[in-house]
Nanobody, 123 residues
Framework: QVQLVESGGGSVQAGGSLRLSCAAS????????MSWFRQSPGKEREGVAT????????YYADPVKGRFSISRDKARNTVYLEMNSLKPEDTAMYYC????????????????WGQGTQVTVSS
């Protein structure tokens, strides 16, 4: 079982930046893939970004391409989501998730989920 703890959320004005962190512990392995999701009230959870441990491939949802960047520090078992040029529509609770197999955003379950960190972007 993998435990995940997110941090770095907060309130910013449109155009600002935030960096989210997701620290992993427990049964963590360098080949785990990690994803960031977000969910705002009344909306379904959506995948935002993914990074694979093997090869380091990254994937982004269209709304965040060119503005968000996912990276990982394997030595610290931490994954980051750098968010730039934030927009009010980026406001949501952001969650990280880890899996030993694959990180398709449509998957029903992951090996571990964090508790979430709130991001609020004001116009």
């Amino acid at each position: 079982q993998v435990q995940l703890v997110e941090s770095g959320g907060g309130s910013v004005q449109a155009g600002g930046s935030l960096r989210l962190s997701c620290a992993a512990s427990g049964s963590t392995y360098s080949w785990y893939c990690m994803s960031w999701f977000r969910q705002s009230p009344g909306k379904e959870r959506e995948g935002v970004a993914t990074i694979y441990g093997k090869g380091g491939s990254t994937y982004y949802a269209d709304p965040v391409k060119g503005r968000f960047s996912i990276s990982r520090d394997k030595a610290r078992n931490t994954v980051y989501l750098e968010m730039n040029s934030l927009k009010p529509e980026d406001t949501a609770m952001y969650y990280c998730a880890a899996d030993s197999d694959n990180c398709r955003w449509s998957k029903a379950s992951y090996d571990g989920w964090g508790q979430g960190t709130q991001v609020t972007v004001s116009s």
